[in-house]
Each structure stands twice: as structure tokens, then as C-alpha cells.
């Protein structure tokens, strides 16, 4: 078995309820001097006696005792019972950290997991998009330089694609704007955006674009956005 196999059973093995064939296996990997197993029950141990030096042990009144042990025919010989009770409370603590640790993890696991593919999700219809408005029979393109580079497609009916480089992230409390702009009119809002560290950024706006698109701009907004343009564009793309 491999080590990552064996991961979860060191604890066990320590307080001695580890399940087969993983005993056996710790067990031959130990006395092979295998160092990752050695080094795992060193911490499985600490562990255990950090916990066994938590249990308070408990101490049961000797009246108690004299009544439990001559119920059961046994005379009174010395015999304590802390080590025995502390032991119990060790193993059951013990467990308790283990199992409860686990169960942690596995929730975490799957909050991340669902966290995941609802990011993949996103991303998924976001690119179906964007193939859509490249594809499109109507869609229209055109480039812009200087600095950050790229393309921006439009098509009527399925929205505006920016695609950049070199591009990099707004400043903090601001955030990247774009702007369709029709003749002779306002800039119309299409939608906040942010570029990755790397300077790549790609945009979608779906859905249909205002009539008579010619100008298609970004501008640096407070990362709330805005209604109009509060600053120059620097990045300017004329519609053919």
C-alpha cells in the first residue's frame, strides 16, 4: 500500500485500533525502517499524548469501588483505576478528534468541489458565449494597440467580445468598463470587467448591442461602475 493509502490509519495504529491489513502494513513498513512511516507515527504518538495529557483522569470514590469490585467477587488489592479510566477517555478522545477531523474535512472538500465547478460552470458559458458572437454570420471585428492589445467582435444580436493583452489589473478601488458607443449618441455601459495578472483579459456582453454600434471603449471606473464615462477611454476600437 502507498503511503497515501495509509494516511489516515497512523492515528489508529497509535491507540492501537488500527483495522487489517493497514496494521499489518505500518507495521512491515516500520520495522523496515521506512522514514515517512516513521515520521508519521512520531506525530500519530505525539498526538495521542497530547490528548492523553488533556483527559482528567477520574477517580472514583472508595466506596464506589469496594461496591463494584465485591459485586463482581473480586476483593480490594490495590488495584487503581485511574490509569484504566484515563486510558478510556484517551482512546474515546482520541477517536472523537479523528473521526470529527474527518468529518470536517470531507465538508470542506465538498464546499470546495461545488465552489469548483460552479466556477468551471461560469467560465463554460461564458466562452460558449464569446464562441457565438466570433461565429456569428453578422458579427464585425476590429483591433486597437497601443499598450494593451486586442480585438473587440460585435454581433446585433448576441453581444460584444473584448479580447486583450497586455493589460494590467485596475488599480485598487477601480475596475475596467466598456462602452458601446453609437453614432452621434451617449456611450451605452457594457459591462465591468478585470484582467488577469498575467495582462490577458477577455470580456463578454451578451445579448443584443445598441443600434447603430460604432465605437467600442474602455475606460478605469470606480469598481462599482458607472452610468456615464468619469475618464478617458484607452482603448479605442472603430467599427467597420
Not at 11 to 25: F, K, M, N, S, W
Not at 159 to 167: E, F, M, Q
Not at 205 to 214: F, L, R, S, T
Amino acid at each position: 500500500m502507498t503511503h497515501d493509502e495509509l494516511q489516515d490509519h497512523y492515528e489508529l495504529y497509535a491507540i492501537g485500533v488500527a483495522g487489517e491489513p493497514e496494521r499489518d502494513e505500518i507495521r512491515e513498513h516500520l520495522a523496515r525502517g521506512c522514514e515517512v512511516c516513521m515520521k508519521e507515527m512520531n506525530r500519530a504518538r505525539e498526538l495521542t499524548a497530547l490528548l492523553g495529557s488533556a483527559a482528567a483522569p477520574a477517580e472514583p470514590s472508595r466506596k464506589l469501588r469496594r461496591r463494584i469490585l465485591a459485586s463482581v467477587g473480586f476483593e480490594q488489592r490495590g488495584f487503581g483505576w485511574s490509569p484504566v479510566l484515563a486510558g478510556a477517555a484517551t482512546l474515546a478522545l482520541a477517536a472523537a478528534v479523528y473521526f470529527g477531523g474527518r468529518e470536517r474535512e470531507f465538508a470542506e472538500d465538498a464546499v470546495r468541489l461545488r465552489d469548483q465547478v460552479r466556477r468551471q460552470t461560469i467560465e463554460l458559458t461564458r466562452l460558449s458565449e464569446a464562441f457565438a458572437i466570433i461565429s456569428g454570420p453578422s458579427t464585425t471585428e476590429a483591433a486597437f494597440g497601443q499598450g494593451p492589445k486586442g480585438k473587440v467582435y460585435v454581433d446585433p444580436q448576441r453581444g460584444v467580445l473584448l479580447i486583450a493583452s497586455n493589460l494590467p489589473p485596475a488599480p485598487a478601488g477601480k475596475i475596467y468598463e466598456m462602452w458601446v458607443i453609437p453614432k452621434g449618441g451617449k456611450p451605452v455601459p457594457a459591462g465591468l470587467f478585470q484582467s488577469e495578472p498575467t495582462g490577458a483579459a477577455l470580456h463578454v456582453q451578451p445579448g443584443p448591442v445598441v443600434a447603430d454600434a460604432n465605437i467600442v471603449a474602455v475606460t478605469v471606473e470606480p469598481e462599482s461602475g458607472s452610468q456615464q464615462p468619469t475618464s478617458a477611454p484607452f482603448m479605442v476600437a472603430t467599427l467597420q
